[in-house]
């Protein structure tokens, strides 16, 4: 709070940086533009964040809840921002070249007594095109172990095994998002649309409007 006396900050929003990025959360990986600036409320400075849908092919601009609030993951106040040792049972943080130095000795260590094989490398589905590239990059080429996986697997493949089979494609769409509204009868096997990818659901809104059937094969009733 200001004492009586001191110069109160201006008020209202002050944008500090604007950021092109996109939603991590889903295979609709809508774009957006994160602002990052700071609001002055009654002589208080809080720093605040927007996220704004862009226009882009599949979503056509616009942001689910996951996708407005995927900045938080970066500002939260328990995230992780410095690495951490276990040392006698507790977990201690460290400086990364400490971290660093010590993942580089432990995998010299299991390189030379056990084989690149005893290391595993494992990535995550929110990872850019260009860093899942390098981490696999990393493991096939600098470590050299066949063991290379992501959190996908447990999401993905299965419905990566069914269209391969039924559609001859690993997975994604088997037809353009706008080609959507003018189908005359759309199946949804298994997959819940209005809460997993919502973004798209304006396609099938469309698509009834026109007159199109929509049948969802689920055993649950859900939103979709
Ligand atoms: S539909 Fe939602 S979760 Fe999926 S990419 Fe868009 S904003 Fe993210």
């Given at each position: 709070m200001c004492q009586s006396g001191e110069s109160k900050p201006e008020a209202?929003?002050?944008v500090s940086s604007v950021m092109d990025t996109q939603c991590p959360f889903c295979s609709v990986q809508c774009k957006m533009t994160v602002s990052t600036g700071t609001e002055t409320l009654a002589g208080?400075?809080?720093?605040?964040?927007?996220?704004e849908g862009k226009p882009n092919a599949a979503s056509q601009g616009r942001l689910c809840i996951k996708g407005m609030n995927a900045h938080q993951h970066a500002t939260h106040a328990e995230r992780l921002v410095q690495p951490l040792i276990r040392k006698e049972g507790k977990l201690v943080p460290v400086k990364w070249e400490e971290a660093l130095d010590t993942i580089a000795s432990s995998f010299s260590t299991l390189l030379s007594t056990q084989g690149a094989d005893a290391i595993g490398i494992y990535g995550g589905g929110s990872l850019s095109n260009e860093t899942a590239y390098l981490l696999g990059k990393f493991a096939r080429v600098a470590v050299g172990t066949r063991y290379i996986d992501y959190n996908g697997r447990f999401c993905m493949s299965a419905a990566a095994s069914a269209g391969s089979k039924v559609f001859g494609v690993d997975r994604g769409l088997t037809c353009r998002l706008a080609d959507i509204p003018l189908a005359r009868c759309i199946v949804l096997a298994g997959t819940n649309i209005a809460e997993c990818q919502p973004t798209l659901m304006p396609y099938f809104h469309e698509a009834k409007e026109n007159g199109a059937f929509i049948i969802v094969i689920d055993p649950r009733a859900t939103p979709t």
């Open positions: 209202g929003l002050h208080i400075i809080r720093t605040v964040y927007k996220a």
